[in-house]
C-alpha cells in the first residue's frame, strides 16, 4: 500500500534539510561514499506516532544553473504540489517574509494541498511571536519551530499527521501480487514497455516526453503471477516545469516506488547511461526495492555490444552490482518478456527468508575459513539472524561490532550470496554487540 507523500519546500537556506535530517532520524539509510550513487539526501521512509509516510526536501535537487533562483524556486513547489499528499513549507523568522516566499505561498494558495507554514529557527519565545506574520500570506496554519534544537517539532508532525489521507482509502492488490514500478528518466520508453508487454495499448504512447500525466497501475496474469506494472511516465507537457525535469522524474520515482516490490531501471541504449540514470537507480537502491536494470532500444545496437554495455554499467553503477541486466525492445518485442520473468524471480529474492540455523552455518563457516581482527582483538560471531525481508535485513552479533570493517561485511555478504544469490536485492547487514550469559 502506497505511503502518503510529505513534501518540505521553501527558498534556499531557510532549513529545509535540517528538519528533513531531524524528522527522519535514525531510520535514514547510510549512503555509501561510492562514485554513482547520489549523495545529495532527498528522499527517507519515515514515521511518527506509528504512522509511516514518505519525506521528500527539494533542496536536494540542482535545477539548470543558469535559471533565475526565482524560477528555479517556484518550479520546485509546482513540482512538489503535483505529488505530495502534505506539503511542509518553510520560511525563516529570522529574516520574515521574503519576496520568494510570497511567490511560493501563492502557488500553494491555487493548489488547495494541505499545507503547514514552518517558520524556522524559532529559537527563543521572541522567536515565536515574531513567526505570527507568516500568516499574512495566507498559505495555511504556521508553526514555530527550530529544526537545529528540535524545538516544537513534535507538535508540527502531530499536526502534519493529522493532515494525511486515511490510507484505509488507497486501493490496494492482492498480498502475493508482483508489484513492478517502471522508473527512469523520461522518454526512455515506459510507456511503450508497457504496452508491448500487454499486447495492447491501454496507455498513451508517445515520443513527447510527459504524455502520460498520471501514474497508471495495470493488473495482468503471467503464469500463476498477478503483476501489477506501475507506470511513472515522465513530465507535464507544458513548459511551466521544464528547468525541473529531473527533480520530476525523482519525485515520480519516489511515489510509485512506495507501491512496488521492484524497480525496472529503464535505460535508452542510444544514449547509454546518464547522470539522471545513476540518480534513479540510487534511489531504488537507497529505498531497498528488488532491482533489475533493462537497456531499452537495444534494436538500435549491435549485439556483439551486449558485454561492453553491461560491463561499463557494472563499472558506473557499483552500489547495484547485485541487479541483473536484461536487454530489450519494445518497439520490436525483443526481451520484453525476459523483463517481466525477471521481476518476477527478483521478488522472490526480495521475500526469501532464510532461517537463524542456516545463517549461523554459514557466517560460523565463513569466520572459521577467513578470522578477522582488528587493533590485536579478534572478531568473534556469535550468531545471526535474519529481522526483515524486503530487502533481508540480518543483525549479526558479536563481541565488538566496532572491529568489523566494511570489508569484513561485503566478505561475509558475499558467502551468503554463494549460497543464496539474492540475485536483484540487496541485503542489509548491521553489526550489534551480543549480551553476555551467564554460566
Known amino acids: 500500500m502506497s505511503k502518503p507523500l510529505v513534501a518540505i519546500v521553501g527558498r534556499p537556506n531557510v532549513g529545509k534539510s535540517t528538519l528533513f535530517n531531524r524528522i527522519a532520524g535514525k531510520r535514514i539509510a547510510i549512503v555509501e561514499d561510492t562514485a554513482g550513487i547520489t549523495r545529495d539526501r532527498i528522499y527517507c521512509e519515515a514515521e511518527w506516532t506509528g504512522v509511516e509516510f514518505a519525506l521528500v526536501d527539494t533542496g536536494g535537487i540542482l535545477l539548470n544553473e543558469q535559471d533565475p533562483l526565482r524560477v528555479q524556486v517556484t518550479e520546485q513547489a509546482q513540482v512538489a504540489l503535483e505529488e505530495a499528499d502534505v506539503v511542509l513549507f518553510m520560511v525563516d523568522t529570522s529574516e520574515g517574509v521574503h519576496p520568494l516566499d510570497s511567490d511560493v505561498a501563492d502557488i500553494i494558495r491555487a493548489s488547495g494541498k494541505p499545507t503547514i507554514v514552518v517558520a524556522n529557527k524559532a529559537d527563543n519565545t521572541v522567536r515565536e511571536q515574531d513567526a505570527m506574520e507568516f500568516y499574512a500570506m495566507g498559505a495555511g496554519d504556521v508553526f514555530a519551530v527550530s529544526s537545529h534544537n528540535g524545538r516544537n517539532i513534535a507538535d508540527l508532525l502531530d499536526k502534519m499527521v493529522e493532515m494525511l489521507p486515511d490510507q484505509s482509502t488507497l486501493a490496494d492488490y492482492p498480498e502475493d501480487a508482483v508489484r513492478i514500478a517502471i522508473i527512469g528518466r523520461p522518454n526512455v520508453g515506459k510507456s511503450s514497455l508497457i504496452n508491448r508487454v500487454l499486447g495492447e495499448k491501454r496507455v498513451i504512447v508517445s515520443d513527447i516526453p510527459g504524455t502520460t500525466r498520471d501514474t497508471i497501475d495495470t493488473v495482468f496474469q503471467k503464469d500463476d503471477n498477478t503483476v501489477v506494472l506501475i507506470d511513472t511516465a515522465g513530465i507535464r507537457k507544458s513548459g511551466k516545469i521544464q528547468g525541473s525535469v529531473e527533480y520530476y522524474t525523482v519525485l515520480r520515482a519516489v511515489r510509485s516506488m512506495e507501491r512496488a516490490d521492484v524497480a525496472i531501471i529503464l535505460l535508452d541504449a542510444g544514449q547509454g547511461l546518464l547522470e539522471g540514470d545513476k540518480r534513479v537507480a540510487g534511489l531504488a537502491h537507497e529505498a531497498g526495492r528488488a532491482c533489475v536494470i533493462v537497456v531499452n532500444k537495444w534494436d538500435l545496437r549491435p549485439e556483439e555490444d551486449k558485454k561492453v554495455f553491461a560491463d ?128
Do not use: W
Not at 368 to 383: A, Q, S
Not at 392 to 418: C, G, Q, T, W
Open 312 to 439: 561499463e554499467l557494472r563499472l558506473q553503477l557499483p552500489f547495484i552490482s547485485y541487479a541483473p541486466i536484461v536487454f530489450c525492445s519494445a518497439l520490436t518485442g525483443y526481451g520484453v518478456m525476459d523483463v517481466v520473468d525477471t521481476a518476477i524471480d527478483v521478488t522472490a529474492n526480495h521475500s526469501l527468508r532464510i532461517s537463524t540455523g542456516e545463517l549461523n552455518r554459514i557466517f560460523q563457516g565463513a569466520a572459521d575459513e577467513h578470522p578477522y581482527g582488528r587493533k590485536g582483538r579478534d572478531l568473534k560471531i556469535k550468531y545471526a539472524t535474519m529481522t526483515e525481508v524486503k530487502p533481508p535485513n540480518i543483525v549479526v552479533f558479536v563481541n565488538d561490532p566496532e572491529l568489523v570493517h566494511f570489508s569484513y561485511a561485503r566478505y561475509l555478504e558475499n558467502k551468503l550470496r554463494e549460497v543464496y544469490s539474492y540475485e536483484g536485492t540487496t541485503v542489509r547487514l548491521s553489526f550489534r554487540k551480543a549480551k553476555k550469559t551467564r554460566g
